[in-house]
């Protein structure tokens, strides 16, 4: 399975519990975020789930930094609210891009690290995903580890880190 990762905030717990979940399924980390600006801000979130990756024996590979792609396409949704059409498109964009690179590397599903952001709408995320499933021919996985306390623990995680 291709996780898409946006940060170790959110993805070292999403990661934790996927691995719990699916023992037995190879994870390949996927750092796509071409949305991060500047770029040492990027570099400085890819060392950080880098870190996180290596701890949890996740393969990682980083995305292209596509920022300039990323922001043609945001033009005019500068002034969207969060959770509005802005972030449709970035979870379309980031999302979509992934889906590409596990069908490139042979996988046959994929998920977003996104799911766990408490900031995040769930639905847009999981119709993004499904939108992209769709086009290359891969399956889901959508669960919402935010529930049952999972923001949490994942905030708790963090610190701990």
């Known amino acids: 399975m291709l996780v898409h990762i946006c940060c170790s905030v959110d993805s070292h717990y999403f990661l934790q519990r996927l691995r719990a979940d699916r023992p037995h399924e190879r994870l390949i980390g996927y750092f796509y975020d071409p949305n991060i600006h500047p770029y040492s801000e990027f570099l400085m979130r890819f060392r950080d789930v880098k870190r996180s990756c290596e701890k949890l024996g996740v393969e990682l590979i980083c995305g292209e930094y596509e920022y300039e792609a990323w922001l043609e396409g945001a033009k005019g949704l500068e002034n969207e609210p ?66 049952g306390g999972g923001t949490n623990a994942q905030f708790e995680l963090a610190q701990k880190r």
Not at 89 to 113: H, P
Not at 120 to 136: H, I, N, P, R
């Open 82 to 147: 969060e959770k509005g059409k802005r972030c449709a498109y970035c979870f379309d964009f980031r999302v979509g891009n992934s889906a590409k690179k596990a069908r490139e590397l042979g996988e046959k599903s994929i998920t977003t690290t996104l799911l766990m952001s408490p900031k995040k709408d769930f639905s847009q995320l999981e119709a993004a995903l499904d939108k992209a499933a769709s086009e290359y021919g891969l399956e889901t996985f959508a669960v919402d580890y935010r529930a």
